[in-house]
């Protein structure tokens, strides 16, 4: 399925020079006291939606930069321009 | 001829309002669970409920290829067990599955690969399963058509052969499995969307749909592609799946030229000839998730390339048909069979994969127990979906080729 995404230093590029990075599940969760489940919650638990997701890309072809982006997983197109994050 | 053709299922029935259990997906997995609830454990009150129509999932898009050749101790006696069911079915079923057990031929190009293989064979071997280790000398002899030069991109070392393995036809199995639930008393309702599922203390009470609401005790989760959208929807219960589209094609007709299943995981392709006569291949996954089942130039290309190197013979044969399905991918590439827990009542068979079509008759015999008698039995115990958080994945990741958008 074709796809482009938009690196926040790049532009938009042809969606093969990218890898997924997965969903955006907020922040790594803290080491102390983490219980296998929310370790897992965070490693493999998935939302799936059929619709617009927050996910994360990495520009392995190009600059290299790791970004957040909106996608609409029924259609393969960004609905936002997306938020570069450290 | 022209004339009203009544379905093999019977004719539409009218939605109940109470139901001993609901299977959400009228795909091979769920008419399979609801064939076997109503054939061995009398529960007849039963109904699929499919948003589209039977078959529009990986059901009948799937490449139809049966084998029970998987890496692991856990996953081997469930296929081959469904491997044992087709001749049965197609029996019972009184319905031609177009089982052809043409055996599987899958390539290894590297002495790694090779090694690989070894275990796989001694695997299968230890469950009773027919698999050989051949060099590439034989399976020239056995495939003719194979190119086994050393002057290609991956130069074939030798392969894993399963001879029990082969193809059927999928939508049969579809049609025959609907008809047989059908006989049975198992009410199947199309185009019927499931919009909601009722928990009350924890205990599934009942599944509310586009149609209307049905009280049930008991619902499957059998939604494919679907499902792990459907339980974090619907129950806000989170699978470790991801949604990707796979691809496949078939080429025009050709008289027979390919008498095994072919598949090579460095080309990243198998292929195999219909009864019809096509060669239908595949399968180049999207490396990201998506719910669009579309299809890809690049894609043509790449199996074009791969093809034309394993089977040279097949240079300047044209492609006919393209499609594209879900496969619902697990991190350790087995699928997710599991009840009661969390939810009493609620039972998932889901995480299929790609493997969905080769185990549906297996996997729906021992949900049927499952569901029926409220235990897991022994064989889907390890598909549990507290696995992934006691960090026991299962090795299937070994074999073959590894699909996950992670890699």
Redesign the interface.
């Known amino acids: 399925m074709a796809l482009t995404l938009t690196c926040p230093v790049c532009g938009k590029r042809n969606g093969y020079e990218f890898r997924y990075g997965g969903e955006e599940k907020g922040p790594r969760p803290e080491e102390a006291d983490l219980s296998p489940q929310a370790w897992c919650e965070y490693v493999h638990m998935n939302q799936c939606v059929a619709g617009i997701q927050k996910e994360w890309w990495c520009h392995k072809d190009g600059c290299g930069v790791w970004f957040t982006t909106h996608r609409d997983t029924t259609c393969n197109l960004e609905v936002d321009k997306p938020e570069a994050q450290s | 001829m022209f004339g009203k053709v009544k379905p093999l299922w019977g004719e539409k029935p009218t939605l109940k309002s109470n139901y001993d259990a609901v299977i959400i997906g009228g795909g091979l997995h769920g008419l399979a669970a609801a064939y076997f609830l109503a054939r061995d454990h009398n529960m007849r009150n039963v109904a699929v409920v499919e948003k589209r129509y039977l078959g529009f999932g990986g059901s009948g898009r799937n490449t139809a290829i049966v084998r029970a050749n998987q890496r692991t101790q856990e996953n081997v006696p469930l296929y081959r067990e469904a491997l044992d069911l087709w001749p049965i079915l197609t029996k019972e079923l009184d319905y031609n599955l177009m089982f052809y057990n043409c055996g599987n031929l899958n390539l290894m190009h590297s002495e790694a690969a090779m090694n690989a293989a070894r275990m796989n064979v001694a695997t299968a071997q230890f469950h009773g399963v027919e698999s050989h280790l051949i060099d590439a000398k034989q399976c020239k002899e056995l495939v003719p058509a194979l190119n086994i030069s050393k002057d290609i991109t991956y130069p074939i070392f030798g392969a894993m052969y399963h001879p029990p393995g082969g193809i059927l036809r999928h939508d049969a199995i579809v049609w025959g499995l609907a008809k047989g639930a059908a006989k049975y008393g198992v009410d199947i309702h199309q185009q019927t969307e499931v919009t909601g599922i009722g928990v009350e203390n924890g205990k599934i009470v009942s599944v509310e749909t586009d149609k209307g609401r049905i009280k049930t005790p008991r619902v499957l989760n059998a939604a494919g592609g679907?499902s792990?959208?459907l339980s974090?929807q619907m129950l806000g219960l989170?699978?470790?799946?991801?949604?990707l589209?796979i691809q496949a094609m078939v080429t025009q007709p050709l008289k027979p030229i390919l008498n095994h299943v072919v598949s090579s995981g460095a080309y990243h392709a198998y292929a195999n000839q219909t009864l019809k006569g096509e060669i239908a291949t595949g399968a180049h996954m999207?490396?990201?998730?998506?719910?669009?089942t579309?299809?890809?130039a690049?894609y043509i290309k790449h199996q074009a390339e791969a093809l034309s190197e394993m089977l040279p013979c097949l240079r300047g044969v044209k492609f006919m048909r393209h499609w594209?399905g879900l496969a619902?991918m697990t991190?350790d590439m087995a699928p997710i069979m599991d009840g009661n827990d969390p939810i009493e009542g609620y039972y998932m068979d889901c995480g299929w994969g790609y493997f969905g079509f080769k185990s549906c008759a297996a996997a729906g015999k021992y949900m049927a127990q499952f569901m029926d008698s409220g235990n897991c039995p022994a064989m889907l115990k390890p598909f549990n979906l507290r696995r992934?958080?006691?960090?026991r994945l299962m090795g299937e990741t070994a074999a073959l080729v590894n699909y996950t958008?992670?890699n």
């Open positions: 679907y792990a959208a974090y989170k699978l470790p799946i991801s949604v589209t999207d490396a990201w998730p998506n719910y669009t579309q299809t890809t690049y594209g619902d991190p992934y958080e006691q960090h958008p992670d």
